[in-house]
Antibody
């Protein structure tokens, strides 16, 4: 059974950093691109970015709202994808979901982890 | 960026009704579109991929159609568990973008 489990969400002050993890199981992690999607309270879904599988270069793409502040990485030996979030802003407050895929993406989702940016 | 205009923003319907939700892309995206259902407090769930392919395990009352710039999600006979918010997503070009969502409520 495919499972994605996010962790690392917390309450942080503006300007600080936080790293989220997405631990995968039930599939061959190295064969999939991994994505992050977020949802601010009471709002819609926003794609944050993704990392390709290493066989496709392992490169990343980001939404303009996070480019230069957030970075996605992966550890295929541990089946974990990371979202490093720097220079956090209050508008980054959201539930962050990890989800997989590239060609026909987002077939499986984690349950989400809440990040609150507030002083 | 490609804008996805989803309509309506909300609708009220009864069990058994036929429901149609539309997404329009600001430029052609071939069939690089998926539909997702989200119940309150839950993660989204994929219903349709490649514009018209039904996700395994999803009831056949859900169907998708369209290509290019205009896409439709249809629920042929609304069931109680279908009351939720629905989103389209284009993954043709970066940044990938979602529609604003359609909240389906009980009449």
């Amino acid at each position: 059974e495919v499972q994605l489990v996010e962790s690392g969400g917390d309450l942080v002050e503006p300007g600080r950093s936080l790293r989220l993890s997405c631990t995968a199981s039930g599939f061959t992690f190295r064969d999939y691109a991994m994505n992050w999607v977020r949802q601010a309270p009471g709002k819609g879904l926003e794609w944050v970015g993704f990392i390709r599988k290493k066989a496709s270069g392992g490169t990343t793409e980001y939404a303009a709202s996070v480019k230069g502040r957030f970075s996605i990485s992966r550890d295929d030996s541990k089946s974990i994808a990371y979202l490093q979030m720097n220079s956090l802003k209050t508008e980054d407050t959201a539930v962050y979901f990890c989800t997989r895929g590239y060609t026909n993406p987002f077939d499986y989702w984690g349950q989400g982890t809440l990040v609150t940016v507030s002083s | 960026d490609i804008q996805m205009t989803q309509s309506p923003a909300s609708l009220s319907a009864s069990v058994g009704d036929r429901v149609t939700i539309t997404c329009r892309a600001s430029q052609g995206i071939r069939n690089d579109l998926g539909w997702y259902q989200q119940r309150p407090g839950k993660a989204p769930k994929r219903l349709i991929y490649a514009a018209s392919s039904l996700q395994s395990g999803v009831p056949s009352r859900f169907s998708g159609s369209g290509s290019g710039t205009e896409f439709t999600l249809t629920i042929s006979s609304l069931q109680p568990e279908d009351f939720a918010t629905y989103y389209c997503l284009q993954h043709n070009s970066y940044p990938w973008t979602f529609g604003q969502g359609t909240k389906v409520e009980i009449k």
